[in-house]
């Protein structure tokens, strides 16, 4: 396993929780920093949010209180816990990992090491 794999996405109702997880090869989940990112159709890829190995933890701060990120480091894997979901949170939402850079203005560095190929999450109204 070369890369992240994400899991958990699909479909549910305004107003309802899902959560993703990640997880990744034991070099790639040792990196500086892990994070996730959602791309909506028609538009970029934003940053949602990342840990760093310090344990530090940066969100994109529209989504902060409602999206949380953790990790249990025992299995190797990333989660993003996502509640109070709106049909604009449709997305397709990707794992990364960087070996060197985590946090950045937006809050999330961008251009990341590794990617997983994502999980589409689509909410419905």
């Known amino acids: 396993q070369v890369q992240p794999v994400e899991s958990g996405g699909g479909s549910v109702q305004t107003g309802g929780s899902l959560t993703l997880s990640c997880t990744a090869d034991e070099s790639i989940y040792k990196a500086k920093c892990m994070g996730w990112f959602r791309q909506k159709p028609g538009n970029d890829r934003e940053g949602i949010a990342a840990v760093e190995v310090d344990g530090s933890i940066a969100y994109r701060p529209s989504l902060q209180g409602r999206f949380t990120i953790s990790q249990d480091k025992a299995k190797n894997t990333l989660y993003l816990q996502m509640n109070s979901l709106k049909p604009d949170d449709t997305a397709m939402y990707y794992c990364?990992?960087?070996?060197?850079?985590?946090?950045?203005?937006?809050?999330?560095?961008?251009?990341?090491?590794?990617w997983g190929k994502g999980t589409l999450v689509t909410i419905s109204s």
């Open positions: 990364a990992a960087d070996d060197f850079n985590c946090f950045s203005d937006n809050p999330v560095y961008s251009d990341m090491d590794y």
